[in-house]
């Protein structure tokens, strides 16, 4: 299959491509730097990456390399992920976000491809907000209600995919994945700062392990299985649908951290710092993604406990390489 992939060069894009690669797939994307980083330089081997500002995309070129490179599936990973960086710039949130959306649609709708390739449309469980009990593990037919403009901008998404769909025949799949998480994932996030905290504490280089409030429950996927979910859909998913993607279990963020302290290598103490405490958090947000099995038969398959460790792992090699 020839895949064309935005947001190579990120988390989520380098597991992508990984998993692409080993499936025999042909693989060029774009991404703003257009090289990939040092953790991802094997990549350049096999995978060809061009350089375009997805936000400011020149409509006609865009067009014009999807037309060359005539992908038979295309992956939107492209995107400001980050929630809390969302407050901080929810304009460059939403140009990113769904004016890269309506770039990128657009550009493969103007390329004229026939067949269409399906593009896998990636959102996000947290534009459904903070569902009520009764609608938790969260299917597909809970109300979207984002609360921060990166949830808003990925429900936006969503609904453009549809509507392209609908009104321009675009072939569209939409995974709503929840939370994931894996070797590579920027210290941004929150089991990936822990890890690299213990990995310090380890090091000598912090006397502790500074939190937020960890009194939280998330459906976490490792990265590994949520690549492989992509491409599934890319190959069975149905035009205009939406999918959830999720294991259906919750992970306590202060059992993470437990697990994180008892594969240390010394006793780690730690301490809340109030710059970490969120002012919007959910409290509990797990998936339903039974929708997912039914359509490609996907099962989640690397435990939490080995995500965690795979993380662990990283995050010392990570430090260690800081000192030499």
């Given at each position: 299959?020839?895949?064309?992939?935005?947001?190579?060069?990120?988390?989520?894009?380098?597991?992508?491509?990984?998993?692409?690669?080993?499936?025999?797939?042909?693989?060029?994307?774009?991404?703003?730097?257009?090289?990939?980083?040092?953790?991802?330089?094997?990549?350049?081997?096999?995978?060809?990456?061009?350089?375009?500002?997805?936000?400011?995309?020149?409509?006609?070129?865009?067009?014009?390399?999807?037309?060359?490179?005539?992908?038979?599936?295309?992956y939107h990973l492209a995107a400001q992920s980050n929630p809390r960086a969302s407050v901080d710039d929810p304009r460059g949130t939403w140009a990113l976000n769904l004016g890269g959306a309506l770039n990128l649609l657009s550009a493969v709708r103007d390329a004229g491809l026939s067949p269409t390739p399906r593009v896998v449309l990636v959102g996000s469980g947290v534009s459904y907000g903070n569902p009520p009990p009764d609608?938790?593990?969260?299917?597909?037919?809970c109300p979207l209600r984002p609360n921060v403009p990166y949830a808003a901008?990925?429900?936006?998404?969503?609904?453009?995919?549809?509507?392209?769909?609908?009104?321009?025949?675009l072939d569209v799949v939409i995974a709503r994945p929840?939370?994931?998480?894996?070797?590579?994932?920027?210290?941004?996030?929150?089991?990936?700062?822990?890890?690299?905290?213990?990995?310090?504490?380890e090091a000598g280089l912090k006397d502790a392990v500074e939190v937020g409030d960890l009194d939280v429950v998330r459906d976490y996927t490792d990265v590994r299985d949520v690549?492989?979910?992509?491409?599934?859909?890319?190959?069975?998913?149905?035009?205009g649908e939406v999918y959830n993607l999720g294991t259906g279990r919750g992970l306590r963020l202060t059992d993470a951290l437990e697990k994180f302290r008892s594969l240390a290598t010394r006793p780690v103490d730690v301490r809340v710092d109030p710059a970490r405490v969120?002012?919007?958090?959910?409290?509990?947000?797990?998936?339903?993604?039974?929708?997912?099995?039914?359509?490609?038969?996907?099962?989640?398959?690397?435990?939490?406990?080995?995500?965690?460790a795979?993380?662990?792992?990283?995050?010392?090699?990570?430090?260690?390489?800081?000192?030499?």
């Amino acid at each position: 299959m020839r895949a064309f992939v935005t947001g190579i060069s990120g988390f989520v894009g380098g597991h992508l491509t990984e998993h692409l690669l080993d499936s025999g797939d042909q693989v060029v994307g774009i991404s703003a730097s257009g090289r990939f980083p040092a953790d991802l330089s094997h990549l350049a081997r096999s995978a060809r990456i061009e350089r375009l500002d997805l936000a400011d995309a020149d409509p006609a070129a865009f067009a014009d390399l999807i037309r060359r490179k005539r992908p038979e599936a295309v992956y939107h990973l492209a995107a400001q992920s980050n929630p809390r960086a969302s407050v901080d710039d929810p304009r460059g949130t939403w140009a990113l976000n769904l004016g890269g959306a309506l770039n990128l649609l657009s550009a493969v709708r103007d390329a004229g491809l026939s067949p269409t390739p399906r593009v896998v449309l990636v959102g996000s469980g947290v534009s459904y907000g903070n569902p009520p009990p009764d609608r938790i593990p969260v299917s597909e037919s809970c109300p979207l209600r984002p609360n921060v403009p990166y949830a808003a901008s990925k429900a936006a998404a969503d609904l453009l995919g549809i509507q392209m769909h609908l009104s321009d025949g675009l072939d569209v799949v939409i995974a709503r994945p929840f939370n994931h998480a894996g070797p590579r994932q920027s210290p941004r996030y929150v089991l990936a700062t822990l890890a690299e905290q213990v990995a310090e504490v380890e090091a000598g280089l912090k006397d502790a392990v500074e939190v937020g409030d960890l009194d939280v429950v998330r459906d976490y996927t490792d990265v590994r299985d949520v690549a492989r979910a992509y491409r599934l859909l890319a190959e069975g998913g149905t035009p205009g649908e939406v999918y959830n993607l999720g294991t259906g279990r919750g992970l306590r963020l202060t059992d993470a951290l437990e697990k994180f302290r008892s594969l240390a290598t010394r006793p780690v103490d730690v301490r809340v710092d109030p710059a970490r405490v969120r002012a919007v958090d959910l409290p509990y947000l797990v998936a339903d993604a039974s929708k997912l099995r039914e359509a490609v038969g996907w099962e989640p398959q690397i435990p939490i406990d080995r995500t965690l460790a795979d993380m662990l792992a990283d995050a010392r090699a990570r430090v260690a390489a800081r000192g030499e």
